[in-house]
């Protein structure tokens, strides 16, 4: 199960990861329209009022292009024998947490929550939210930290399986590939959606 889970580039074949990557973003932009999610960064989720249809489908889109341009270079530094589709992939399979998170905006509560939040310290009022909102809060927090760590997991296993990488200055081109993803995915982002 934890191979299924952190690593199924090892256990699935290509066609199969294919099939579950395009399922998966077809479903988590349809999901991202129907929580009102924002995907709006590589390494980013936000919860607005409301979103159309198409925001979620493109920023997804443009997260997976930016993942897969970024790491496919960094990959081809490490091994030029690096396949693109093994890239793109890893990209497409390693948002599926994000996907999962969406759910916690169920008729948009958390969106609200936030919002209470932001009124707050604007009126600079000590209102303090009920003990239900402070459970859904922590909650929320702790399931959203567990998909950035699944993300960043899924994320690197498949990387390293496809570039072979090994080492300390491979996990930092690793790192240095997704924070460059996030800002060029932030500004796309901001300019065609």
């Known amino acids: 199960m934890k191979t299924?889970?952190?690593?199924?580039f090892e256990k699935y074949t290509e066609r199969i990861l294919i099939v579950a990557g395009l399922t998966a973003t077809l479903i988590g932009g349809y999901l991202g329209f129907v929580f009102n999610a924002r995907f709006d960064g590589v390494i980013d989720l936000h919860f607005v009022e409301r979103v159309t249809l198409y925001q979620p489908i493109l920023e997804i889109g443009i997260n997976i292009l930016c993942t897969?341009?970024?790491?496919?270079?960094?990959?081809?530094?490490i091994?030029?024998?690096t396949r693109i589709i093994d890239i793109f992939l890893t990209s497409m399979i390693a948002?599926?947490?994000?996907?999962?998170?969406?759910f916690f905006n169920a008729n948009?509560?958390?969106?609200?929550i936030s919002q209470g939040i932001l009124n707050l310290v604007k009126s600079n009022k000590t209102n303090p939210?009920?003990?239900?909102?402070?459970?859904?809060l922590l909650l929320m927090s702790f399931?959203?930290?567990?998909?950035?760590?699944?993300?960043?997991?899924?994320?690197?296993?498949?990387?390293?399986?496809?570039?072979?990488?090994k080492g300390t200055k491979h996990v930092l081109l690793f790192i240095a590939a997704i924070v460059v993803a996030e800002i060029i995915s932030k500004i796309v982002i901001i300019n065609f959606s």
Not at 95 to 102: E, G, L, M, V
Not at 108 to 112: D, E, R
Request: aromatic share 18%.
């Open 108 to 112: 948009n509560k958390a969106y609200t």
């Open 95 to 102: 948002r599926i947490p994000y996907y999962i998170i969406t």
């Open 129 to 136: 939210l009920s003990s239900t909102d402070i459970f859904y």
């Open 4 to 8: 299924v889970l952190f690593n199924p």
């Open 79 to 81: 091994n030029p024998k």
């Open 143 to 165: 399931a959203i930290i567990a998909s950035l760590i699944w993300f960043i997991a899924l994320l690197f296993n498949g990387f390293k399986i496809a570039v072979n990488a």
């Open 68 to 77: 897969t341009v970024l790491l496919f270079i960094v990959g081809k530094i």
